[in-house]
């Protein structure tokens, strides 16, 4: 049994911050590679962050760089994606998912959460 819950989103007004969590039952996070990405309706997934099965490598999103951060916490068996500064233009479903290649493509990931949503609105 294994499973990938993602938690934390909710609706915030543009400036504000929110936490996002992925954590993983029947299997440890810290053997894989985790991604988090987003979609909204109309549009492809995007890759907005991944962080290296070790936690010391990051990868980041063009349209994230400088206002999210992407972190591990193996006693929790969980990885985190920090949003600071959310624009509208964050509103999405966000999902993470665990993989054996630290990349921002999408199809290398092998399981993914049933996602959260995030809306950023006056």
């Known amino acids: 049994q294994w499973q990938l819950v993602e938690s934390g989103g909710g609706f915030v007004r543009p400036g504000e911050s929110l936490r996002l969590s992925c954590t993983a039952s029947g299997f440890s996070l810290d053997r894989w590679a985790i991604g988090w990405f987003r979609q909204a309706p109309g549009k492809e997934r995007e890759g907005i962050s991944c962080?290296?099965?070790?936690?010391?490598?990051?990868m980041y999103g063009d349209s994230v760089k400088g206002r999210f951060t992407i972190s591990r916490d193996s006693g929790k068996n969980t990885v985190y994606l920090q949003m600071n500064s959310l624009k509208p233009e964050d509103t999405a479903v966000y999902y993470c998912a665990a993989g054996n290649i630290f990349t921002m493509r999408a199809p290398a990931y092998d399981y993914w959460g049933q996602g959260t949503q995030v809306t950023v609105s006056s």
């Open positions: 962080i290296a099965s070790s936690g010391g490598s990051m």
